[in-house]
């Protein structure tokens, strides 16, 4: 197998630059009939479908919310969920975020490691398995999701229509494995009032902003930046840059709203907005876990975060939205009620939340250890199954983990300005996909 990936290599990243270069952002996206997600998400959806069928395997799209690429034989299916829609593109990008530009053997780009360049390892794995011969035991189904980034209606239809593989993964996360995925809650909260602060921040609610401006209504007032972020003024505009990241790693960002508002409780604004931006400064401070609202707990999953990723201030008040990944010992009644008292005092009342609970498949199972000796042996580790705060297709399936693409160690670049994959990831997850897929679902 690893001649023919090799072979196809060159041919590979050409597929993943023109995927790139179609700006599949889900967020926002207005239907068109057959299009539940809009036309560009569905242009990638097919060019992808076209890919694998020029390797020779057979693809269609369901209804328009997601794609399959299928080949083998059986009554059991192994599927392989990725998908196709990204995040928007933010600020801060050193390149055009959908020029897939190559440059010192990376592919930058929108989309490149969440989930693009993935999806194609996925269909180029499976067909070198084709090409190969190798007998089946399990049909093989890559499942191009569409709406991954603003929730999971393209897999719930599949379902609906297919039905639940017997197994599954997911190149969407973590090396070695992620078999345990903690629980999302994400929380609307507003206060109504004829705010004289015009803020608007923030792209998605697992997306970390790393650019934030304000306008006041004085001239602002300069003031020391907090560390790590750059803080530029202009009468009465202030810029305040961090660094953008995914709202399940908070270690990996510098959130510029936090630091706004630490720098705005400094400037001599009209008394209910000071009392606002106060009160918020002093629950989130530059927290990542939770700690001034009171819920920091760990347990075998993992740590809490808590990030505050959306806000907007007008001329009718201030509306946030925040991200929380928790882990199973915490419950999501129990931190909504903690949240309302907290927000309450400040004069806040929650208008909506999303609720996702956590998930966990056991390591001894078929699919975990299959998958921990595939990525041991190719990497030359000793790695051990983990936990993390992202969340994945694996939780909509009832036998499902997470597989790839990060490393262990390494940083992961979805969702930040300048995301990319280097050739040699491209290489390698096209090896482990391939090797999975035969331990998995061949004789």
Request: charge should be negative.
């Amino acid at each position: 197998m690893k001649n023919w990936i090799e072979q196809t290599l060159s041919a590979q990243i050409e597929d993943l630059k023109a995927l790139v270069r179609i700006p599949s952002v889900s967020r926002g996206t207005p239907a068109e009939p057959g299009k539940p997600f809009g036309k560009v998400v569905y242009e990638a959806l097919q060019a992808a479908l076209q890919i694998a069928r020029r390797l020779g395997l057979k693809a269609w799209d369901v209804d328009g919310y997601c794609g399959v690429v299928e080949y083998g034989e059986g009554e059991e299916v192994l599927g392989i969920l990725a998908h196709l829609d990204v995040v928007p593109e933010g600020e801060g990008w050193s390149v055009p975020p959908y020029s897939a530009t190559e440059r010192n053997g990376r592919i930058i780009g929108r989309g490149t490691l969440d989930d693009k360049s993935p999806a194609l390892s996925a269909i180029y794995a499976l067909a070198a398995i084709k090409d190969l011969g190798f007998a089946m035991k399990r049909r093989v189904r890559v499942i191009l999701g569409c709406d991954e980034e603003i929730g999971s209606l393209g897999v719930e239809h599949y379902l609906k229509v297919e039905g639940q593989p017997t197994l599954a993964f997911t190149p969407d996360a973590e090396y070695p494995v992620v078999n345990s995925e903690m629980g999302i809650l994400q929380s609307t909260y507003e206060k109504r009032y004829a705010s004289a602060l015009r803020i608007d921040c923030g792209t998605a609610a697992n997306v970390i902003p790393g650019v934030i401006r304000a306008q006041l209504p004085i001239k602002a007032v300069p003031v020391a930046a907090p560390e790590g972020y750059t803080v530029t003024y202009d009468g009465n505009r202030i810029t305040v840059e961090g660094r953008g990241g995914h709202a399940s790693m908070p270690e990996f960002a510098k959130n510029a709203l936090q630091a706004l508002l630490g720098i705005l409780v400094q400037q001599p604004l009209p008394e209910e907005d000071l009392q606002t931006v106060s009160a918020l400064h002093a629950l989130w401070a530059y927290d990542m876990h939770g700690e001034s609202l009171g819920i920091d707990v760990t347990d075998e999953s993992g740590r809490i975060t808590y990030q505050p990723d959306v806000i907007r201030f007008d001329e009718n008040g201030v509306r946030f939205i925040a991200d929380c990944r928790h882990p199973f010992t915490a419950k999501a009644e129990d931190l909504l009620k903690t949240w309302d008292a907290a927000y309450a005092k400040a004069g806040f009342v929650r208008t909506g939340e999303t609720i996702k609970p956590g998930h966990f498949i056991p390591a001894d199972s078929e699919l975990v250890s299959t998958l921990m000796n595939v990525y041991n042996e190719l990497n030359g580790s000793d790695a051990k199954p983990l936990s993390m705060g992202g969340g994945t297709y694996a939780r909509e399936m009832e036998n499902a983990v997470a597989f790839g693409t990060v490393r262990e160690g390494e940083e992961s670049l979805c969702h930040v300005p300048d995301e990319s994959i280097s050739i040699e990831d491209i290489r390698f997850n096209t090896n482990v996909m391939a090797e999975a897929i035969r331990r998995l679902a061949t004789v």
